[in-house]
Nanobody
Framework: QVQLAESGGGLVQAGGSLRLSCAAS????????MGWFRQAPGKEREFVAAITWNGGTTSYKDSVKGRFTISRDNAKNTVYLQMNSLKVEDTAVYYCARGSSGSYFYEFPYWGQGTQVTVSS
């Protein structure tokens, strides 16, 4: 059973920063790609960022490039999302997800419960 637990969300002013963490259970964390997604009120869930099993490749939604950084620590079974220069439009529930492979970002079958990020103007 894969369990993912996000933390680090909160309320921040525009221009501020937050660092989200996602702790994963199990001994196979390092074998899989991980991703961050978000869902704003009234909108569909959207991709934010993803990272391959060894951190060698990352991918980002265009609107967060240069502001967000995804990283992972396989020794701690944790993936991070550093969010800088936050904008009001970044407000959403942020979810981490585990991929079905180590190097591709096609499927993310396992999801956490989400953490709220609210950016005020």
């Amino acid at each position: 059973q894969v369990q993912l637990a996000e933390s680090g969300g909160g309320l921040v002013q525009a221009g501020g920063s937050l660092r989200l963490s996602c702790a994963a259970s199990g001994r196979t964390f390092s074998n899989y790609a991980m991703g961050w997604f978000r869902q704003a009120p009234g909108k569909e869930r959207e991709f934010v960022a993803a990272i391959t099993w060894n951190g060698g490749t990352t991918s980002y939604k265009d609107s967060v490039k240069g502001r967000f950084t995804i990283s992972r620590d396989n020794a701690k079974n944790t993936v991070y999302l550093q969010m800088n220069s936050l904008k009001v439009e970044d407000t959403a529930v942020y979810y981490c997800a585990r991929g079905s492979s180590g190097s591709y970002f096609y499927e993310f079958p396992y999801w956490g419960q989400g953490t709220q990020v609210t950016v005020s103007s």
